[in-house]
């Protein structure tokens, strides 16, 4: 094997053969992780709506598709207003034709700037803060037993099914 020299490596063309050789690995390589990447975004889409390619979750006053409830398609609406003076409904929803409210998220902004998450019961010591949907009249109903959580700004985000798809 000492014997052999650099000429005769490159004259029989088994460098270039090599360098072909890696070359074709690495393209086959990312062919391949670019293949993988697309079977995990469309498993991912299938189960959450979203995927990593998906680069923001979309978070409006208008109604999106989010996924599937049970098989039932699953929306997305958010509202932002002024909560109620005292507890009692925060908003209407009978136009949504909601089926089943399967989540109610959000944050209150109480009157010292200091944001409170819904769901969240106790916040403080004695003080909570609750959103239920009310199924019977097709609405939000806002709890809160401090003032600091009435007439100030409210943003919410709800899932639901609907009645009629």
């Given at each position: 094997?000492?014997?052999?020299?650099?000429?005769?490596?490159?004259?029989?063309?088994?460098?270039?053969n090599?360098?072909?050789?890696?070359?074709?690995?690495?393209?086959?390589?990312?062919?391949?992780?670019?293949?993988?990447?697309?079977?995990?975004?469309?498993?991912?889409?299938?189960?959450?709506?979203?995927?990593?390619?998906?680069?923001?979750?979309?978070?409006?006053?208008?109604?999106?598709?989010?996924?599937?409830?049970?098989?039932k398609?699953?929306?997305?609406?958010?509202?932002?207003?002024?909560?109620?003076?005292?507890?009692?409904e925060?908003?209407?929803?009978?136009?949504?034709?909601?089926d089943?409210?399967?989540?109610?998220?959000?944050?209150?902004?109480?009157?010292?700037?200091?944001?409170a998450?819904?769901?969240?019961?106790?916040?403080?010591?004695?003080?909570?803060?609750?959103?239920?949907?009310?199924?019977?009249?097709?609405?939000?109903?806002?709890?809160?037993?401090?003032?600091?959580?009435?007439?100030?700004?409210?943003?919410?985000?709800?899932?639901?099914?609907?009645?009629?798809?």
């Amino acid at each position: 094997m000492a014997g052999i020299s650099i000429a005769q490596l490159t004259g029989n063309g088994l460098l270039k053969n090599a360098k072909l050789a890696k070359e074709k690995s690495q393209q086959t390589s990312e062919e391949e992780n670019e293949i993988l990447q697309e079977y995990q975004n469309s498993m991912e889409k299938a189960l959450t709506g979203t995927s990593r390619n998906d680069n923001k979750k979309v978070i409006d006053e208008n109604e999106h598709i989010i996924g599937t409830f049970y098989g039932k398609t699953l929306y997305q609406k958010s509202f932002t207003g002024i909560t109620p003076s005292s507890n009692g409904e925060l908003l209407d929803l009978s136009e949504l034709n909601i089926d089943i409210c399967t989540n109610i998220k959000g944050v209150v902004k109480d009157t010292s700037n200091i944001y409170a998450t819904i769901p969240q019961i106790q916040l403080q010591a004695n003080h909570y803060l609750a959103v239920f949907y009310n199924a019977n009249d097709k609405t939000l109903l806002y709890r809160a037993n401090a003032s600091e959580y009435f007439n100030t700004k409210y943003y919410i985000t709800i899932e639901y099914t609907k009645n009629i798809e």
